[in-house]
């Protein structure tokens, strides 16, 4: 069980099949294969040894996926970047794990100084791009052009693969260590359940430094389809790759979703042969999932609830369940069932499995659990106890094993003794037809615990007050449920992975104050 | 990675759905569950202990379903017997690997008392049936009703799941110990491979003590289908359980594909239901493939190539290559490609690839590879080198990783200094319209080395000469691999799983004498 197998299996299988396109440059399975064990022999050359870790701080692109299966290869782990994060945070993170070689692509180029100043370890770092290497970096293309392409190492099984550094959204940054095994089954059963279709054409525009997206790639490894990259997710490039390369899968994260249906031009684009749209990383609102089924019809919807310490993924609700059976029974709302290899349940404090429709912590084990945090023993064993991996998501379960994500355990509202879930106060308000997108928090408040606090991003050219707002919300759910203040704001702030930053918005509110989670 | 965990999800998302038929018995999950943790009681109660084997001598039926399980659910390992061998052969399986537990059906219980004899390990016997246990064994039934369910014993990963004895066509049995890993993996790539499909009712009519099926048993559970069984292959029982099961997918061997088509009442069965007949265990000749085809319409066909070893599979045949567009390809005579999880090369002697299109032996490496032969160093470590297993097949690969098995590296005769590959002649005498079933062997020659000899059973109602039979041959391929000898027999010696068993046939030739195999 080693992550470079899917690729072996296709240099025997399809040699001469398309394996990646990037604005327009196509290489076969065969010219992926010759360059991934010339890299594999480059990274060796430059000191590489087994299970050190290489650094990557790029857009997509296809250097990204060669990238994973090179270091793999030359019997490295990876340490993909989250392009997002300050210099500050990426030093933390490569110093943390000690990554001394990186990649890094002319996006980026101009924060290696920083980074090198911040992290002593780095020693080399390799440019990718079709132009030159500034100096003090190697140049990727040439090292690829002089290396001997070398045997793969064979890393495997619990070794380990990758460190994926989390936490954006919370406190310090947490390495998840992931080993090949945990990877490899997690994406065999995603192609089992259906969630990745044979033969087909798959679009990198989330961020490939995540593994929301790796979820993706890996499982279309082990399909045996094609890597479209885009380098960032952009509405005309998404929808143009789509219908040039026809594209038949996306992954995508539902404020991606968001802003490619709200697109104006997206009428324009030939999208036909999209069948499947995945989407993961948080879940989407109702208002929202109701406008991408109206506007890109031919696609059907899966999505994907997970986490990276999972590998990532744990449920999947089918494309079955987004349409009209499924949403009759309320499915579309919940983040599907335990996908093969994993077991979910719904426990209470003490690890105790509750009453089925009873809400607690959505607890996952299986093959795809994480084999800890990097150098965190306390944080790994309060995570990970007894093989179940705590994942700090509320949700609840019905009769039929469909879970429902009500909020993180820690976005838990707790007002006048009652119990709000922000998530679905959110999607109460993501149905009005001014909002674009929205956040929930609970604010501290003397009387009764905790306030309920909408944030509100409206669509461009709309307006909405906040006593609208307030009266849509009481028209629909529990008064208790409603917001009490709304603030109405030019952006959401996001996380790498475009999920909302709640802690930032939660910030100026609790300042000196300590918040009490459930 | 357990092997209970299967059965645990479709607890907990299909409750109420129909788990196993057996002759008009039908449970549904829920109550499998109930007796899988109630037969896990009964023997923890009886003495079992963590990876304590337990023996099953029995036909299909529900109860093998709920031993498997159960065994694993209490912490047991399996050692599902082989209902062709003699007691000689079982006793020395059981004291093999000291299986003091064993639990038999009616159809075997006769040969309880010469087993304790040969066999003084064992313990205790479970009688399975409906009426009352024979005397000095348990009943099954009454141990189940008065258990107390026992929480899952949660062995899995590297645990030992299964002690499987194969060897019945060469000479002493070897206990092939397969993990929970091994298994768990194997069976999830085939759902990823379309060779099982989600929601499927399946018919076990090949023998479930044998991995072919357990292959089937096992994608079954991860794909949540429901169990049809019969207690053994016949022809009207197997067309009357799909008929009246609405089944969509079974697994058979093609000495039982063949005996289907030819049986003379299956036009009066509604098979349109069948839409997946897998079938493995040995190669099929291309005029049954044909026969069979035709005989049953609706059905596709799906090969698996692989040993026990394998856990079990190595390759698959989809059902696309068995069509127009792949049969023009040749793809058909193949046993398909590396399926997802295994890596599969063509090797010499010194385990080095062959060039593509040259013979070699066939060697597969992956997560389903044993974890080796119970308390068989020396076979364990011929066998597996450096993590590939060396299949004993002969076989050659094409350009587009197609694998060919030319034969048993074993069976190849060497005639006059040329290579003849007996699978090769088979498959051009079993086009004769009048031939059943065929085997071709290498017997002594002091002029040749190794002289090709048939052996032929004939349909019933057909005759055809020796001489009609060499003619056929010598119009279709060259004169040195026609037969010089042609026996015309009236049943073929089979294994326990329905392979022909070629030691048998071989042995009258051979007596005091030694065969060099390549």
């Known amino acids: 069980m080693h992550l470079t197998q899917n690729l072996s299996r296709s240099i025997q299988q399809t040699p001469d099949a398309i394996a990646t396109i990037y604005q327009g440059r196509k290489r076969s399975f065969a010219e992926l294969g010759q360059r991934v064990a010339k ?50 945070e990426i030093a933390y993170s490569l110093t943390d794990c000690q990554t001394r070689i990186l990649l890094v692509d002319d ?12 992290s002593p370890e780095l020693q080399t770092v390799i440019h990718i791009g079709d132009g030159a290497a500034p100096a003090g970096m190697l140049s990727y293309e040439a090292l690829v052009a002089a290396a001997d392409p070398v045997e793969d190492a064979l890393r495997g099984g619990e070794d380990l693969a990758g460190v994926f550094y989390t936490g954006g959204t919370t406190g310090s940054p947490k390495g998840v260590m992931l080993s090949h095994r945990n990877i490899f089954v997690n994406s065999v059963a995603m192609v089992a359940e259906g969630a990745i279709q ?9 961020p490939m430094f995540h593994l929301a997206d790796g979820c993706f790639m890996n499982a279309m490894l082990a399909s045996g389809g094609c890597h479209v990259m885009v380098p960032r997710f952009e509405p005309t490039a998404v929808l143009e790759a789509i219908q040039r390369e026809r594209v038949s899968e996306a992954l995508l994260v539902p404020t991606m979703i968001q802003m490619l249906v709200d697109y104006p031009e997206l009428p324009r684009y030939d999208l036909h ?3 499947n749209m995945l989407y993961g990383a948080s879940p989407i609102g109702e208002g929202l999932l109701d406008r991408a089924m109206k506007t890109i019809p031919s696609a059907g919807f899966t999505q994907l609830y997970g986490m990276t310490e999972l590998s990532p993924t744990a449920t999947i609700l089918t494309q079955e369940m987004h349409r009209a059976a499924g949403r009759k029974l309320g499915r579309h709302r919940s983040g599907g069932r335990a996908a093969i290899s994993c077991e979910v349940r719904i426990v209470d404090a003490l690890g105790k499995e509750v009453p089925r429709g009873e809400v607690g912590e959505i607890a996952v084990s299986g093959p795809g659990v994480m084999m800890g945090y990097w150098d965190k023993p306390a944080e790994t064993a309060a995570a990970v106890r007894d093989g179940w991996m705590f994942t700090g998501d509320g949700g609840r379960m019905d009769a039929d094993g469909y879970v429902y994500i009500v909020d993180r355990i820690k976005d838990m509202i707790v007002t006048g003794g009652e119990n709000v879930y922000s998530a679905e106060v959110e999607g109460v308000i993501a149905t009005h037809s001014a909002v674009a997108s929205c956040a929930v928090i609970g604010v501290p408040n003397d009387q009764w615990g905790e306030m309920v606090h909408a944030f509100i991003v409206r669509k461009p050219g709309q307006d909405v007050t906040p006593e609208e707002i307030v009266t849509h919300c009481k028209e629909r759910i529990a008064s208790y449920k409603c917001p009490r203040q709304v603030s109405l704001i030019d952006a959401m702030p996001l996380s790498g992975a475009g999920k909302i930053l709640k802690t930032a918005l939660r910030a100026p509110f609790w300042e000196g104050r300590e918040r009490k989670v459930a």
């Open 39 to 88: 890299l594999a022999g480059a990274l060796r050359q430059v000191g590489l040894a087994a299970g050190d870790r290489v650094g990557m701080l790029a857009l997509n692109s296809d250097w990204y996926l060669e990238y994973y299966l090179g270091t793999y290869w030359a019997g490295g782990v990876v340490n993909p970047i989250n392009t997002r994060w300050s210099a500050a």
């Open 107 to 118: 996006a980026f180029a101009g924060m290696i100084e920083d980074l090198r100043r911040r």
């Open 198 to 206: 044979r033969g087909c054409t798959g679009l990198h525009a989330a």
């Open 273 to 275: 042969t999209l069948r």
